[in-house]
């Protein structure tokens, strides 16, 4: 999978799925996606928040990507203050954002890996999470290629992917190399956002916010349903 910034509580379910996770660094950075930015609530609507990134050519992977260093590097830090203040869970979720922001590394790669660490470590998720790069396999590779020669690489038996994905992986092919595909759909979650209108799929940080933390512990292990995909 690619790496996040603060994504939404599917993928955390996701990482509880697996018994090893593999987060892309040695992919390219897209902008229009979600690697350095993601969606909070602010006066009852969905807004935007990210890292600002230092400016640099197209073809970059994520791990050559820096983040600005400037003062309005961590601006995001401030908008979910102002969002979450009176979020009833603000005091509980609010040292995780600033032990996230409190990290000095500059490496967009680096800073979202340990911002997943520190979220994984506040949601009491053990599960291993390795760049794809430490993996010997074949990096040259593309897509669904790509997957089956990691997993081949690591042995895997069984190779979980967000229900998105679907069209993008044959149930075929990775029966043929012995891998039982899966892929993990997100039971929707129902819980008061301080407003009228309840906005689905927001960052985990608005979860965290709404809900005492032993039930999004709770979500993040059961919530979700495995889907064995028709043989195509």
């Known amino acids: 999978m690619q790496p996040y910034f603060l994504p939404y509580i599917g993928y955390f379910q996701l990482i509880t799925a697996c018994e090893l996770f593999v987060v892309y660094d040695n992919i390219k950075y897209t902008k229009k996606g979600w690697i350095n930015r993601n969606r909070m609530l602010r006066n009852g609507a969905e807004a935007m928040f990210s890292l600002p990134l230092q400016g640099a050519p197209d073809h970059l992977d994520i791990d050559q990507r820096v983040l600005e260093d400037s003062p309005?590097?961590?601006r995001w830090l401030a908008q979910l203050k102002g969002a979450y203040r009176h979020a009833p869970q603000f005091?509980?979720?609010?040292?995780?954002?600033e032990r996230i922001a409190a990290c000095d590394e500059v490496n967009l790669f680096r800073f979202l890996h340990n911002a997943l660490l520190e979220t994984?470590?506040?949601?009491?998720i053990d599960t291993p999470i390795r760049a794809a790069s430490a993996v010997p396999a074949d990096h040259g590779l593309k897509g669904q290629d790509r997957v089956l020669a990691i997993c081949a690489a690591l042995g895997a038996r069984r190779y979980v992917n967000p229900i998105g994905g679907t069209e993008l992986y044959s149930h075929t092919d990775f029966a043929q190399h012995g891998i039982d595909l899966r892929f993990l759909r997100a039971r929707p979650l129902d819980y008061p956002q301080g407003g009228a209108n309840a906005v689905p799929s927001l960052s985990i940080a608005d979860v965290l916010m709404f809900n005492p933390l032993e039930t999004v512990r709770g979500w993040v292990r059961t919530h979700y349903d495995l889907v064995q995909p028709q043989l195509t």
């Open 91 to 97: 005091g509980v979720t609010l040292p995780l954002l």
């Open 72 to 74: 309005g590097r961590h």
């Open 120 to 124: 994984c470590a506040h949601l009491g």
